[in-house]
């Protein structure tokens, strides 16, 4: 237990301020549903927290004037992100993924832009977003620039963000699939750290054949992937059994290739081809429609 | 049995307490207020086996606030604690036996210096070759945790000719079956404050489930006389067994004695998981044999527990295991045995069943497999083998009342046929199978064996104020409620009109513990035996005064009245004044000790217990075959209690107990080292709990306060079975370890086939 000093800012200016001075000495805190679990354990102590959860402009949700991209603010919570029409209608596993995040009490606190800067692999919301293939919008004092999301996280927990760094919003390609989904697995029903996590959208054509797919699986590989060899096995296809098994196996494959072979893999190795195909089962039938 | 002829008992009053928790008051070691108070933290054990070479505390005292540290050796008394055997010291002497072991204790202004000087203690560590595991830790040359050696206690219960009964089976069926180490995790973590009284008594307030055992311990501690320490328990936020032990209660005696000013300690959740008993861990090998019919003929068990460091609990567990193995089914010819065993394990000690719902897995699962081989249903086998008025137990013990085992597997009939028929045939996604288990348990009322009496006083005042004096620690299961409903009934009294003095150690005298779901029966006689008394008393200065004689007189709102002119009455008051004025009593004590007979050593002969709780549960549960997911929908649990003095409460504690039950089968262990809080060690969530619909089956038992017995622990006791059970139903692939985790169902949904053959192309 020790003590620190807690900085409030009103506005995004100040804090990107206060990040130029003191970044490194610095624990950002938005939410703080991951922040105060490792203040508790004592590791990793900084002298300052800056408190961003007053600035107003960190929780606005808005569409490009093309409707081609969504901006969520980096400080919208996750029970907005369950309760918005725009975010419903334009990354709808996203909002998905929101029902079953942790709990409510969390969801009421926990943000979106936390959930990212984290960098923790089991983020819930990184496979939807991965899909909408996002960007991160970063401030610090020397202006705006954007981060594609897969390039946010360089390891388990290891953030590719600068201490003097702010996430202020993340920017998704807005698409309103025919067929989407978000699962996960976890040890219990809510407040489970996802052991697994996928997202997925596609349409299809007039043929019945996936004419759009993006695919991402969470959790289960230190940094968030986005499968393309997954996809490209689907694309221009019309999805069969055999296809979606063929899928799962193609899944484990890179899966077990990136991690390589840890005791859990034992579990994880057929968990997400089960966990593939219960999302990818329904798809086949709406192909057929 | 209707609840009309009694005026409190069997409904479900206001619960006592019940307002100081909702309102938010300091009733709680860790609320209350306390000036100058010093904080107090243990310094522990950074290795699982080690000497201790040396211990230096100079650079802790130099940290500000720091007021002093102490180590075994400002200990006044014996440095030796445990409520069976003792072989756990307060601070660590020569050696530390595993992590959780203290070493030294801060005592500082705040609680920052006190976590500063606990990392500034230098301990001069030899560290030692560790063993985990039971079955290591008996092999010749094992690292030696005790002088004594490794093996803390070995029961036996011996009868008949088991292999005899083996040469004649139809069907053997033989299995080994794996529990792990659980945590309790109750809400309130172990907290307890101290202050020296204006005489100078030590006063200690305590989370406690045992005040009077806490009190024995501090004493002999601290070497001091009796009255020298004063013992409260603080409102206790749930215990589940762990709260048996002293936690807190020795470190807050210690620092009091030498400080003499008012100390604090509470434990961090961290702490609470570091340094508390755990449930044991059991390897148990089952070999049963049946006839043609499915009559179980022979059961031999063959169980190691895992009590870690320090017995704790241990020798209990160890005895109610083998006395309980057979479950409550009659097998004539058994051979059973449980040893408990020393490791570097954090010590393992009472949790909610002790070892019988580690039993129950076995004994269930074994009752499963027959079924299946014989091709019988699984109600069907129970009931065949269910004990009945005139079984004979595996100790000898001939069951002659209060045996409601074949009334609780008739109470969960109609729903089990119904799951079994409506619910497995619903359509379901592909990925989605079902299954439908069952479950029976016994569990002896009270410790095993050996005496275990309670006391209580109900004392009348001269303005004809009862008050009832209750050592029991109630530790949210509701028992002072309990006690008062049985104090008023005996004594015409609104429960809630008495006063009550619960388990204050200079006022109440010894209750016994608040554990083996004995509170309600052991200490509800020895309240309904004083109440009597004090009934008595009142009935016969009646008759002095109403001139009616006294089978005509009843106890009435305060007053006695003759039934047949019920205007003829006399107040409590009127009646007091005149019993004080010519000298007479008005306190009577009550006391009472179930009939036990000490078993044999070698047979297990004796009479363990007086009277049986019995249960049967139902589990509907959907498996996920892909990922091994497991949701329980529905319990059915049945419950005989002799009768429920309070039917809310016991519904609260079949619930409570299904909840504990779903995280034993599905999802709780605690991993030495591994386990440091709620973070890594899942329990149950809302979302988690089943549908519990609770039937309460009240076969009453004569010896118990209007009929009752317990129901604290059966709660909890078959639910993991039934779920393992319906989960073997669903997959048609049993699981042998607990919990049923992702990984084991997931490997037997993959065993089974189900996991490839999902989905087909249609």
Not at chain 1, 90 to 99: V, W
Not at chain 1, 138 to 163: C, F, Q, W
Not at chain 2, 375 to 387: S, T
Request: with cysteine.
């Amino acid at each position: 237990m020790t003590t620190m000093t807690c900085i409030r800012p009103e506005s995004l200016d100040e804090a990107v301020d206060f990040l130029h001075d003191h970044g490194p000495d610095t624990h950002i805190l938005a939410g703080g549903t991951d922040l105060m679990v490792d203040l508790r354990s004592g590791e990793n102590h900084r002298p300052f927290l800056l408190d961003i959860s007053r600035i107003e402009t960190l929780k606005t949700v808005e569409l490009s004037d093309d409707q081609a991209r969504l901006y969520i603010g980096s400080g919208v919570t996750l029970t907005r992100i369950n309760t918005l029409p725009l975010i419903k209608e334009h990354a709808p596993a996203l909002h998905k993924c929101s029902f079953t995040f942790a709990s409510r009490q969390i969801r009421n606190m926990a943000t979106i832009g936390g959930n990212v800067a984290h960098a923790s692999p089991c983020g819930d919301t990184i496979p939807p977003l991965v899909i909408h293939e996002a960007e991160a919008v970063v401030a610090n004092r020397d202006g705006n620039r954007t981060i594609p999301l897969l390039e946010m996280t360089k390891g388990a927990y290891r953030s590719a963000l600068h201490p003097e760094d702010l996430v202020v919003a993340l920017k998704l390609k807005t698409r309103q699939p025919g067929f989407f989904d978000f699962q996960k697995i976890g040890r219990r029903k809510a407040l489970a750290t996802s052991r697994m996590s996928m997202a997925v959208m596609a349409d299809k054509d007039d043929q019945g054949r996936i004419s759009f797919i993006r695919f991402s699986l969470g959790a289960c590989t230190p940094t968030p992937q986005r499968m393309h060899t997954v996809e490209s096995l689907f694309a221009g296809k019309n999805p069969t059994v055999e296809l979606m098994n063929q899928g799962a196996g193609l899944l484990a494959e890179k899966m077990v290739e990136i991690t390589g072979r840890r005791p859990s893999i034992s579990y994880k190795e057929p968990a997400v081809q089960g966990l593939f195909k219960r999302m990818i089962y329904p798809m086949i039938t709406w192909c057929r429609q | 049995m209707s609840n009309d002829r009694y005026h409190t008992v069997g409904k479900s009053i206001f619960r006592r307490g019940a307002k100081e928790r909702l309102t938010g008051k300091p009733i709680f070691c860790a609320d209350m207020e306390l000036e100058n108070v010093l904080y107090l933290k243990a310094v522990r054990s950074r290795h699982p086996h080690a000497g201790i070479l040396g211990i230096d505390t100079t650079a802790a005292l130099s940290i500000p606030d720091v007021v002093q540290v102490f180590t075994a050796k400002d200990i006044p008394g014996k440095n030796l604690m445990g409520i069976i055997n003792k072989d756990q010291p307060l601070l660590a002497e020569d050696k530390v036996r595993s992590l959780a072991d203290p070493v030294a204790l801060v005592a500082a202004r705040t609680p920052q210096a006190a976590e500063l000087a606990v990392a500034a203690v230098s301990v001069d560590y030899d560290p030692l070759p560790a063993v985990f595991d039971p079955e290591e830790a008996l092999a010749p040359g094992a690292p030696k945790i005790h002088a004594k050696g490794n093996v803390l206690v070995q029961k036996k219960v011996r009868r008949g000719d088991v292999a005899a009964a083996f040469e004649k089976a139809h069907t053997i069926v033989e299995k080994t079956y794996r529990t792990s180490a659980i945590e309790h995790t109750y809400l309130e973590p172990d907290a307890g404050v101290g202050f020296p009284d204006e005489d100078g008594t030590l006063v200690i307030y305590a989370s406690t489930q045992n005040p009077h055992y806490d009190h024995k311990e501090v004493v002999s501690l601290l070497g001091v006389e009796d009255h020298a320490v004063r013992i409260i328990q603080a409102a206790t936020g749930g215990g589940f067994g762990s709260k048996l032990d002293m936690n807190v209660q020795g470190f807050i005696g210690l620092a009091l004695y030498h400080l003499k000013q008012p100390v604090r300690y509470v434990y961090t959740r961290e702490e609470a998981y570091l340094a508390t008993a755990k449930r044991h861990p059991f390897v148990i090998h089952m070999k049963t044999g049946a006839d043609e019919t499915g009559r179980i003929t022979a059961m031999q068990m063959k169980a190691v527990c895992n009590t870690g460091a320090y017995g704790s609990y241990g020798i209990a567990v160890a005895s109610r295991a083998a006395v309980h193995a057979t479950g409550p089914y009659a097998i004539d010819n058994v051979d059973l045995e449980c040893t408990a065993v020393y490791t570097n394990h954090p010590f393992c000690g009472a949790m909610r069943g002790f070892g019988t719902p580690q039993m129950a897995l076995a004994h269930e699962s074994q009752m499963d497999i027959h079924a299946r081989a014989l091709d019988m249903d699984p109600l069907e086998i129970r009931v065949l083998n269910g004990v009945k008025k005139g079984t004979v137990t595996a100790t000898g013990q001939e069951l002659v009342h209060s045996i409601g085992f074949q009334d609780c597997l008739a109470a969960v009939t109609p729903e089990y046929r119904k799951a079994g028929t409506d619910w497995l045939s619903e359509p379901t996604p592909p990925h989605i199978r079902r299954g439908v288990g069952i479950a029976g348990m016994w569990y002896g009322i009270g410790n095993t064996g050996v005496q275990n009496p309670s006391t209580a006083r109900v004392a009348m005042d001269r303005n004809g104020q009862v008050t009832l004096f209750t050592g029991c620690a109630d530790i949210g299961q509701g028992s002072t409620t309990i006690l008062s409903q049985i104090a008023g009934e005996a004594l015409g009294l609104d429960a809630m009109d008495i006063h009550v003095v619960v388990a204050d150690t200079k006022y109440t005298t010894n209750a016994g513990a608040t554990s083996a779901s004995r509170q309600t029966y052991i200490s509800g006689n020895a309240v309904k035996q004083a109440a009597d008394k004090l009934a008595d008393v009142l009935l016969t200065e009646a008759v002095n005064y109403l001139k009616v004689k006294k089978a005509d007189l009843r106890l009435e709102n305060g007053s006695v009245r003759d039934a047949r002119h019920p205007e003829k009455q006399v107040g409590f008051v009127r009646l007091a004044s005149r019993i004080l004025d010519k000298g007479g009593e008005l306190s009577w004590q009550g006391y009472f000790d179930p009939e036990t007979v000490p078993l044999d050593p070698e047979t297990g002969d004796g009479i363990p217990y007086t009277t049986y709780a019995f249960a049967c549960h139902a589990a509907c549960v959907e498996v996920d075959v892909l990922t091994g997911e497991t949701s329980v929908r529905r319990v059915i649990a049945a419950h005989d209690v002799g009768k429920a003095i309070h039917p809310e409460n016991v519904i609260g504690q079949i619930c409570g107990g299904v909840a504990m039950g779903v995280g034993f089968a599905l999802m709780e262990a605690f991993v030495p080292g591994e386990t440091i809080s709620m973070n890594d060690y899942h329990i149950p969530t809302a979302a988690d709990m089943p549908c519990v619909i609770p039937i309460i089956v009240e076969a009453a038992e004569p010896s118990g306060p209007f009929g009752a017995k317990g129901v604290g622990e059966p709660a909890l006791i078959p639910t993991a079975p039934a779920i393992v059970n319906a989960v073997s139903n669903a997959l048609g692939k049993r699981i042998y370890a607990l919990p049923a985790s992702l990984e084991r169902v997931l490997d037997a949904s993959i065993a089974s086939g189900h996991f490839n053959n999902c989905y087909q192309e249609s």
